[in-house]
């Protein structure tokens, strides 16, 4: 007799099938109840156990391993932080079911996956929507307060049916990777007194190069766990309080010929910012053997905006950064374009609206062996184009401070901060920070346009008379401190836009203080 219960219930344990269902309260919690009590009953009468949980920190892939499908029940699917979405993708290409009952957004945001799993259910138009993806299973339903306890029975019902109805999961399928845990990082602190550092470059034997502002050029030895100065720049850092050490950046090819790049302000007569290409013999930055690459004509007369970060991206092209090299502080928090005379470094229009002028831009140039450098094809204008500088890939920026470049594909992103204006007027919009994407050359709009191309006014500073708003499908220059093209590209609009308050369009940045 103990023999045929023993079989009996291991026949049992080999068939039924365990769900995973994550709720917390929130909106109406009788209804969420509700639904969680029909949803237990209607597993209980398929034989399908249900563990509940309100605890985030089970959406792990350990945990996963266990159920046949995980509900997500009145609780937003992309609520997950980043190592939970991968492993939550991982469970799903290894053959699990994603149950998203009153769990689902129209909007997702930052999470690429979901995201292309959300369009095709909002493109279907129809709930319940149940589908094969990505190797597992998805089942999204909207369970409306005026169904009936019999209709509802019925959804979940099909949804369970079509979600535990595959075998067992197979994770070699899974194609995304694990994110570690972040206990298995480790601080390390290399340096702890630095004067106003600026960038860094590492090498492969673990040296780190990195430049202070005021002119100094260290480098850090594991070896001897410490940084020492080896080599000092004679830099402008008054006037324009931005300026002096800016940026540097290894040559790709630094392992066969030891060039180390180098964007700084140096000092005297001419204001300007060089990029200058030096060798690096063992830990001597040799300062004799500069070639200056370009320079970039600037002014010092008052701040701000130095920009200067430098970065190689594909087929050994060299980025460079600088910002519009203008002062916003006597605009009211809007745009800075005073045509006053003797007002040239209170208008931006000089500079990142300046088709030939290479402040407020990112450009991108080929350099040579002998230091000279080459155009790349796609850059914004071509070489001898009236009125324009060949070497700018991107314009209307206001200080890109740092910018990547994807290695593989040269998109190129970067932050930008807008200026101080907390409010909107009849001047243009309240101010916006930006992060933006740039798939090819363009102009980004500064200082026409911010946010997500939010036009200004075309403010006259000696009347007070404020004018019509910029046009960014056409905007125009008509500065007398303009030296470009008069008729501009087109306005690209930023990826995420956010200003000090709420953000309506990505509400998952919070308010505050803003930083690009």
């Not at 909002?122 to 709930?127: Q, S, V």
């Not at 595959?166 to 972040?182: G, I, M």
């Not at 209170?346 to 040579?368: C, V």
């Not at 062996?369 to 850059?379: A, L």
Request: hydrophobic content about 30%; some cysteine; charged content about 25%.
């Amino acid at each position: 007799m103990s023999l045929l219960i023993l079989i009996g219930l291991a026949s049992f344990r080999a068939t039924e099938s365990k769900i995973l269902v994550f709720t917390r309260p929130g909106g109406s919690e009788a209804t969420r109840l509700a639904h969680l009590q029909l949803l237990q009953q209607v597993s209980a009468d398929r034989k399908i156990i249900i563990d509940t949980t309100s605890n985030g920190a089970r959406i792990t892939e350990d945990s996963l391993k266990q159920y046949k499908a995980i509900v997500f029940l009145h609780s937003a699917v992309d609520g997950l932080d980043t190592r939970q979405q991968a492993d939550l993708e991982r469970y799903i290409q290894a053959g699990g079911a994603l149950m998203a009952l009153n769990a689902a957004t129209d909007t997702v945001r930052n999470w690429p996956w979901y995201s292309t799993l959300n369009q095709s259910r909002l493109k279907a138009a129809k709930t319940p929507y149940q589908a094969k993806y990505d190797g597992g299973r998805v089942f999204f339903a909207q369970l409306d307060a005026n169904f009936s306890p019999k209709n509802i029975e019925k959804i979940l019902a099909k949804g369970l049916k079509f979600s535990t109805a595959e075998k067992d999961l197979d994770y070699r399928k899974a194609t995304t990777q694990r994110v570690p845990e972040s206990n298995r990082f480790v601080t390390e602190v290399l340096e702890t007194y630095m004067y106003e550092p600026m960038e860094m470059v590492i090498f492969k034997d673990g040296r780190v190069l990195y430049l202070e502002r005021r002119g100094n050029v260290k480098l850090y030895d594991p070896k001897k766990r410490k940084s020492r100065v080896i080599a000092n720049f004679d830099v402008s850092i008054t006037g324009n309080y931005e300026d002096g050490m800016l940026g540097v950046a290894l040559d790709p090819n630094y392992e066969q010929n030891h060039w180390i790049y180098i964007n700084y302000s140096p000092a005297g007569n001419v204001p300007k910012q060089n990029v200058s290409r030096f060798e690096m013999i063992g830990d001597s930055l040799i300062k004799s053997s500069e070639k200056i690459v370009l320079e970039i004509p600037t002014q010092r007369e008052t701040c701000c905006h130095s920009g200067g970060h430098l970065e190689f991206g594909p087929n050994g092209n060299l980025y460079i950064s600088s910002g519009d090299n203008t002062s916003s502080k006597e605009s009211d928090g809007f745009t800075p374009i005073d045509e006053r005379p003797g007002r040239m470094p209170f208008d931006a229009q000089k500079s990142s609206g300046n088709t030939n002028s290479l402040t407020g831009k990112i450009m991108r140039i080929h350099p040579e062996p002998d230091g000279s450098y080459t155009i790349p094809k796609g850059n914004l204008f071509a070489p001898g184009t009236p009125n324009t500088r060949p070497e700018i890939y991107l314009m209307g920026t206001r200080n890109a401070f740092r910018f990547t470049v994807d290695k593989k594909n040269g998109y190129v992103y970067w932050g930008d901060v807008g200026p101080d204006g907390g409010k909107g007027s009849e001047r243009g919009p309240q101010s916006y920070d930006e992060w933006n994407q740039a798939r090819k050359a363009g102009n980004f709009g500064w200082p026409y346009f911010v946010g997500n191309n939010f036009a200004y006014a075309d403010f006259d500073f000696a009347t007070n008379k404020v004018g019509a708003k910029f046009d960014p499908n056409k905007p125009e220059n008509h500065s007398p401190n303009n030296t470009g093209l008069n008729t501009l590209p087109p306005a690209q609009k930023p990826m995420i836009w956010y200003p000090y308050g709420d953000s309506k369009e990505f509400p998952i940045l919070g308010k505050g203080s803003r930083s690009a």
